[in-house]
């Protein structure tokens, strides 16, 4: 577990004791990731900020519900950010504009690049950096596929018309990207 | 074999069905009848659990953005927490300034550390000639405790020098704002710092580590915080202003 892991399960549980100082390091310290997270399926700045409001409120009234020992704080964080963004976006009817560049342009660069240093120096998390790692190795078009599921809500055969490509091979190249990325994630847990 | 069943004894199956449920590539019916079946089933719940583990971090490959400050005033006033945004404000500066204790028992590694900096830096300019009047320095680390910027501060000459060792990724709308902590009363601003690179400031008088023990950056609007009592944004990086 790494030292961020470990700092947000503590202000998480005292968060769930109702301890607004313990909140509100959780707020500074995630907001700015879960923002930039919203805004990117979002796209408008007044929904991705709503969305923010909504998910710490919810944070905030379900801590106790947390459970520790299931999922990291950050991927219990996202989830419910990733949830009201894709209710949001829903509501809205899916207005939102989808380019080809799902991730940050540096993040971008770093994936494709064969030098590693690109991809350690980029300003995430432990986890993130290990999955842009795995990421690196996919091949781009098994990686886009995963991206846009993930950034968009679409489903297979939604990903299928973005990419113009037959819904068999979405499903396809969706499920042995995704095996990859475990078996990689596995092997640099065990390292 | 119903999918159910199919579902509970296939480890294979059920793997692949929590990969796509946790990436939210499985939609429609499938989705909801998963859905249904978590409730008694642990083996499902930890693989979705795990694939989202796996998974959310993608979340970052997004670039970070500071909503508007009216978001915590949202929440906050939503949920009832009791402090006004200037208590909280308060309280979180004497936070860092209860921390002195901390900061003090790193002071020796502090130091040593800065001294090395300070070589690496003199080293590296031999045109800057040994000080004699009175130093001060200060290595600023973010909340990983890695260094990001060195802070060195000549008394005789009332100029501070900020280099910046790890370049900062800093939005454009952004700027970073260097403060002096006092021991009483806020924190006073010393100026706008770069986000990579060495910037120079002026060091007003009385800014000894006796009465500033603690230099500290905050993320600021553009052109640095509005609020001339103090900052506005969240503090990024900081350290002891220390004698050597």
Redesign the interface.
Known sequence: MT??TR?LKTWLAATARKD??A??QL???T???????A??ILVKREL??EV??ES??SI??NAASYQAG???P??WM??I??NKA?DTLRRIDGAVEIDAD???K??MDALESVDPTPIEAL???D??K???RC?AKLESLHRQA??L???H????SE?AEQLALPIGTVKTW??RG??K??LC?TKLEGV | MTIRQNVRQNATLR??LA??YA???L??GARRRLESWLADDAAL??AI?EW?????????????????P???R???K??G???TEHQ?RK?FWL?LREDLSFWRGLGMASTALATVLIAVLLTRQPEVAVPQAPMFVATLTN??AQPIALVTGDAHNHKMVIKVVTR??VAEDKSLELWAVPKEGAPRSLGLIASDGTVTLPMPEGSTPDSIPLLAVTLEPKGGSPNPNGPTG?VVFKGAWLNI
Not at chain 1, 31 to 37: A, E, N, P, Q
Not at chain 2, 52 to 68: G, I, K
Request: charged residues 20%; without cysteine.
């Open positions: 030292t961020d700092q607004g100082d909140f509100r707020y500074d310290a907001s700015s990731k879960l923002f930039g997270f805004l990117r991705a900020e923010i409001q710490f409120v905030w009234n299931l999922a990291a950050m991927t996202t989830t950010v990733r894709f799902n991730f940050d540096e993040v300003q995430i998390s986890e993130s290990a999955l842009a990421f995963i991206a599921a993930f950034y809500d679409l489903s297979h990903v969706v499920r995704l095996e990325l475990r994630l | 793997e692949m990969a796509e990436l939210g590539i939609k429609g719940r930890f659990n989202q583990d796996r998974l959310n971090p993608m979340s970052e490959f997004a670039t970070p953005v500071q909503p508007s009216e978001v915590w949202a929440i906050s939503q949920i927490l009791k402090k909280n309280s936070n909340e990983q900062q990724a969240p």
